[in-house]
């Protein structure tokens, strides 16, 4: 079945670094991915939507200038956490869907862990 | 907007027992709606889904109809395994939208 490799799966940076995700999709192209975001006891908060070739699109009150997001292939997508500080500390989940598909076929990686100190 | 509201857990259950996780929603259009499942250390898998009223889902012995009347797709399952151990989450995809809006999540824990 469809694969969906998110790297790396935890990481411990220091404030005011930036830190790079990435989600590949392992054996289809993905035309779209998504990227999530899960406070602890809360629900997955879509943060973007990521398509192949444009500028992702963000949804409201997620700053674009600080999760940067580039999809310059059909199989990896990537999130750019820019000068990071605690409050971004969260758990980034990214999912993608194959080109063409109809319907519900969102395939989820398994997450990155980031912690700010 | 849409929303998904789903019971807090953790549910904790002994083996062989019967699970339900309740799941309700507000949608502006005919949503499409979904259980997906979480293990540990793993991404989310989708378990069942269903895409109309009064449609069933099914899949490893777990179930969920659409309700249309009450707004809910609750989540149950007759006899739960140590194996059924993971977060679910409920979510639902509105008409003519990509985008999956899901609910917190619930812990279920069974125990031998």
């Known amino acids: 079945g469809a694969v969906v490799s998110q790297h790396p799966s935890w990481v411990i940076c220091k404030s005011g670094t930036s830190v790079k995700i990435e989600c590949r999709s392992l054996?289809?192209?993905?035309?779209?991915m998504f990227w999530y975001r899960q406070f602890p006891k809360q629900s997955l908060m879509l943060m973007a939507t990521?398509?192949?070739?444009?500028?992702?699109?963000?949804e409201q009150g997620v700053e674009k200038d600080k999760f940067l997001i580039n999809h310059a292939s059909l199989t990896l997508s990537t999130l750019t956490v820019t000068s990071a500080h605690p409050e971004d500390s969260s758990f980034y989940i990214c999912s993608a869907t194959p080109t063409g598909a109809q319907g519900d076929g969102y395939t989820f990686g398994s997450g990155t862990r980031l912690t700010v100190v | 907007g849409d929303s998904v509201t789903q019971m807090e857990g953790p549910v904790t259950l002994s083996e062989e027992a019967f699970l339900t996780i309740n799941c309700t929603y507000t949608a502006t259009g005919y949503p499409s709606l979904f259980w997906y499942v979480q293990y540990p250390g793993e991404g989310l898998q989708l378990l069942l889904k269903a895409t109309k009223a009064d449609d069933k889902g099914s899949n490893k012995g777990f179930e969920a109809t659409y309700r249309k009347e009450t707004t809910s797709f609750h989540l149950e399952k007759g006899s739960v395994q140590v194996s059924d151990s993971a977060v679910y989450f409920c979510a639902l995809r509105d008409t003519g939208f990509q985008k999956l809006v899901f609910g917190t999540g619930t812990r279920l824990l069974v125990s031998p």
């Open positions: 990521s398509n192949e070739g444009s500028k992702a699109t963000y």
């Open positions: 054996d289809f192209q993905a035309t779209t």
